[in-house]
């Protein structure tokens, strides 16, 4: 990923969790009014989202598998590499979301609301990442 696009990531990652209310009313919890309601919907709408960042990284290793210009070997060496990727984001996911995130709203009610409202953008933000980079689904 290139410096702007990192750039990028973040502001949006940030403009997400600035607010746990904002987050979440960018998902498909904008009508709920509990804390309650709104984790219960950001659960569902993490699953969701880890689906779609499933298939996408299903798409990418597809991708790569089809680049024919390549020898197998390169290709096999570049899918081991989008799998440290994928495990190094993790990592930072939960140290961004359940560590950061997490502290600056620590005993807050809303605390809850912002980790899964973290989680949901950046989950959401790395599926677009790879499906910019290894192509949109068909």
Known sequence: MNRAAGLLLVAGFI?????????AKASECSG???????????????????IELSYAYERAFDAIDANNALQLEV????????????????????????????????GGSGSGTAVGSCELAMIRGRARELQK??????
Do not use: F, M
């Not at 309650?36 to 709408?45: D, W």
């Not at 495990?87 to 600056?104: H, K, L, P, S």
């Not at 980079?133 to 068909?138: C, E, K, L, T």
């Open 15 to 23: 403009g997400a969790t600035a607010s746990a209310q904002t987050a």
């Open 32 to 50: 709920l009014v509990t804390t309650y309601e709104i984790n219960q919907c950001l659960v569902k709408e993490i699953k969701k989202a880890n």
């Open 75 to 106: 290709r096999t060496r570049w899918k081991a590499s989008l799998v440290r990727a994928e495990r190094a984001w993790i990592v930072y996911r939960d140290a961004e979301c359940r560590g950061n995130i997490a502290y600056q709203w620590w």
């Open 133 to 138: 980079v290894y192509g949109a689904p068909n």
